[in-house]
């Protein structure tokens, strides 16, 4: 697993030209340093640019919740889910769509991002080509997001979207007894179980229970302040006893079928309790 959460800083651009880019935004009042959390004021139209840092793109929807008959109107809600993240040397944009709007938040401390018209790139013919690959190349990891969003068990979601991100923007993290051996990959920066459970359409309560299932099988752990890894697997070893690996496997399968069918039942009744009220 490698990290690509440079992916515009892997391409052979001459430095001359990300320093170019960066003079022209400061001289013309395109460029900002935000804090961690802090709302980016981004707006449609614009290409924007992160030098330094992540941002958090969450994306929001005004649902109406079904009114009862003989009533005029239904009341309107809004929900929130987290769509993943931009890191340094990568380019985002915002769209809107009624019911739909994109919000950019700094998602570390100190992020600095750049922004400017799509006709501003003009001045820069080979960035340009870099920054329409980039998103190329966004647009590819949307199609594996939708795919992973598609499987039925939450289980196979959760465990498929933290792959998914690992894959993107880990780092590798090494023991300090064995400083040459990599143990595994992790997230550079802290993702709360209530964003985990907004992407993958889920619950803050799920994510932590199912969080715990995958650190008991191994296949994550959580390192240093609460980031997430995925550790390097281990060499295959066959069973002693392979009928009961089976078995135990099934058992795991079928608990987690049904403890999915049960989530959903219980978020059906919530929404219609709601809808009711």
């Not at 709007?101 to 080979?126: G, S």
């Not at 465990?159 to 051996?181: K, N, W």
Request: some cysteine; overall charge negative.
């Amino acid at each position: 697993m490698q990290s690509t959460s440079t992916h515009l800083e892997t391409i052979d651009r001459p430095f001359i030209t990300w320093q170019r880019i960066i003079d022209w935004a400061q001289e013309h009042y395109r460029c900002r340093t935000f804090s961690k959390d802090e709302k980016i004021p981004a707006r449609p139209g614009l290409l924007y640019l992160v030098q330094k840092g992540a941002v958090r793109l969450v994306g929001s929807a005004q649902v109406s919740v079904g009114a009862k008959p003989g009533l005029k109107s239904a009341r309107k809600t809004t929900e929130e889910a987290f769509l993943g993240f931009v890191g340094a040397g990568q380019p985002f944009e915002l769209v809107a769509q009624s019911p739909f709007t994109l919000q950019a938040f700094a998602h570390a401390d100190q992020t600095h991002v750049v922004w400017m018209y799509w006709h501003d790139l003009d001045n820069w013919p080979h960035f340009r080509r870099e920054i329409l690959d980039a998103f190329r190349y966004q647009h590819q990891r949307k199609l594996l997001w939708l795919s992973t969003l598609g499987q039925r068990r939450t289980i196979d979601r959760l465990l498929g979207f933290l792959t998914l991100l690992i894959e993107e923007f880990g780092e590798p993290y090494v023991s300090e007894a064995e400083p040459d051996v990599v143990r595994g990959y992790r997230l550079p920066w802290v993702l709360t179980h209530a964003q985990i459970g907004s992407a993958i359409g889920s619950t803050r309560v799920t994510v932590t229970r199912l969080m715990g299932k995958l650190r008991s099988k191994g296949l994550i752990n959580t390192e240093d302040d609460n980031l997430i890894c995925l550790p390097t697997k281990a060499n295959p070893q066959k069973s002693k006893n392979q009928k009961q690996d089976v078995e135990a496997f099934l058992e795991d399968d079928i608990e987690d079928s049904l403890e999915d069918d049960i989530e959903d039942d219980i978020e059906d009744d919530i929404e219609d309790d709601l809808e009711d009220s």
